[in-house]
């Protein structure tokens, strides 16, 4: 889910702007069921947005062109091996692509500069391409004044990619299925705390995808979604898992060695998330979170920062 900013609407420079948040996820359970005959994987997911955002500013311009300027915003705290973090700025950048499929879906002809600050990570299986694509339908959705429906923008959001609807639907957690795009928002508890880390190196979802073994089977992931919203964590972390991590540890070392690190501190649960390369621990409370993050630094394994999940 996207939140417009309003502290940084009313900054004067720029008054008629639309300022988006747009939020890392975390998968707390992703299963591949199957292979599909459109190549793409039938999965069952459960996603939850955290407290890291890219920040995205929309302004009108009169020439009728798009203009995208990417920011590196510093990355979250600490730790070692930050990765390389500059995504394209012309036409091949998914915000870009979002940007031209609505005009395209919508015959609008109108122009905008469309500036993004990049704190998430990218490569990493925290979506964060796909939660600026999301923030950019949204966003000149209410710059250009289109009116345009949810369905319309679900729609559009599936074409560009399977996590995108996610961030459309208004929930923080979600079941997703199908390829990702069938959304069932859930209810959790907010402010679930998590330590996140980020190798030096990140991965390619295709590749992953292509390297992974489907299990079928589903239900575990309302199963992890019903321990969490009664509040039992260490029953919802026998729930947690990744079909993807296999195909991880064998195409990347250093999420392996994650796991390991992981493995040696008492988290209550752990997982990768996504297609990596990112790794993340879920915690009783953000002091034992705190605490374990600083473990996890000194041992030099990537770049670590504490989150909790959103209201
Ligand atoms: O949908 P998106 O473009 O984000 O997916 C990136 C790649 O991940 C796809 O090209 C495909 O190889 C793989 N994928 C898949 N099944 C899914 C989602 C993604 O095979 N459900």
Same mark, same amino acid.
């Given at each position: 889910m996207l939140c417009v900013d309003p502290q940084f609407r009313k900054n004067p420079a720029v008054p008629d702007a639309v300022v988006v948040e747009a939020p890392a996820k975390l998968n707390l359970y992703l299963r591949i069921l199957g292979k599909?005959?459109? !190549?793409?994987?039938e999965l069952e997911s459960v996603m939850t947005?955290?407290?890291l955002y890219?920040?995205?500013r929309f302004t009108a311009n009169d020439s009728g062109s798009l203009e995208l300027e990417c920011h590196d915003a510093g990355r979250p705290v600490g730790g070692a091996?930050?990765?390389p973090e500059s995504p394209p700025n012309g036409p091949t950048n998914l915000i870009w692509r979002a940007a031209q499929l609505l005009r395209d879906a919508t015959g609008c002809a109108a122009g905008a500069k469309i500036e993004l600050w990049k704190r998430i990570p990218i490569a990493a299986g925290l979506a964060g391409g796909s939660s600026d694509a999301a923030a950019t339908l949204f966003g000149l959705n209410r710059l250009w004044k289109l009116n345009a429906s949810s369905q319309l923008l679900h729609d559009l959001a599936s074409q560009l990619g399977s996590d995108i609807p996610?961030?459309?639907?208004?929930?923080t957690t979600a079941l997703c299925? !199908?390829?990702g795009e069938i959304i069932t928002p859930l209810s959790l508890p907010a402010g679930l705390s998590v330590v996140v880390a980020r190798p030096a190196t990140g991965l390619s979802t295709a590749e992953v995808f292509r390297h992974c073994r489907p299990e079928p089977g589903t239900g575990g992931g309302q199963q992890l979604a019903a321990a969490l919203s009664t509040g039992r964590l260490q029953a919802a972390a026998g729930h947690m898992h990744n079909t993807l991590q296999e195909a991880a540890f064998r195409l990347n070392a250093d999420v392996l060695q994650l796991r390991d690190a992981f493995s040696q501190l008492p988290f209550v649960g752990h997982l990768m998330s996504g297609s990596g390369t990112s790794y993340f621990g879920l915690c009783h409370n953000r002091n034992e979170a705190a605490r374990l993050a600083g473990r996890l630094r000194a041992l030099g394994v990537g770049a670590v920062f504490v989150a909790q999940t959103r209201p």
């Open positions: 599909r005959a459109d !190549g793409f994987h947005t955290i407290g890219d920040t995205l091996g930050s990765p996610f961030f459309l639907c208004g929930a299925q !199908g390829r």
